[in-house]
């Protein structure tokens, strides 16, 4: 079992930044490959971005390439996900989730999810 809580979000000014932070607790965290999804109002979750166990690779949806970054510190047992020039349509509740399985964008690869954390985006 992985606890997983996230922190970090706010309200911002579109080209504003943030950063996400993502603390797992319960199993060995490095084990894990971890993703950042998001779901906005009345929409479906979408993935955001994903990083392997040891940190090596990443992968990110095309809206967020060059402005979002994933990171994670495994002595810290946390995940990072650094936003930039946000942008309205960025507004979503985020959620950290960890894959004992395989490392991707699939949230039906991750089996453990945090309770979320509100970005909201104004204009």
């Known amino acids: 079992q992985v606890q997983l809580v996230e922190s970090g979000g706010g309200l911002v000014q579109a080209g504003g930044s943030l950063r996400l932070s993502c603390a797992a607790s319960?199993?060995?965290?490095?084990?894990?490959?971890m993703g950042w999804f998001r779901q906005a109002p009345g929409k479906e979750r979408e993935s955001v971005a994903a990083?392997?166990?040891?940190?090596?690779?990443?992968t990110y949806r095309d809206s967020v390439k060059g402005r979002f970054t994933i990171s994670r510190d495994n002595a810290k047992n946390t995940v990072y996900l650094q936003m930039n020039s946000l942008k309205p349509e960025d507004t979503a509740v985020y959620y950290c989730?960890?894959?004992?399985?395989?490392?991707?964008?699939?949230?039906?690869?991750?089996?453990?999810w945090g309770q979320g954390t509100q970005v909201t985006v104004s204009s």
């Open positions: 989730a960890a894959s004992s399985s395989r490392f991707g964008l699939d949230p039906m690869e991750y089996g453990y």
């Open positions: 319960g199993r060995t965290f490095s084990n894990y490959a």
């Open positions: 990083i392997t166990r040891g940190g090596g690779s990443t």
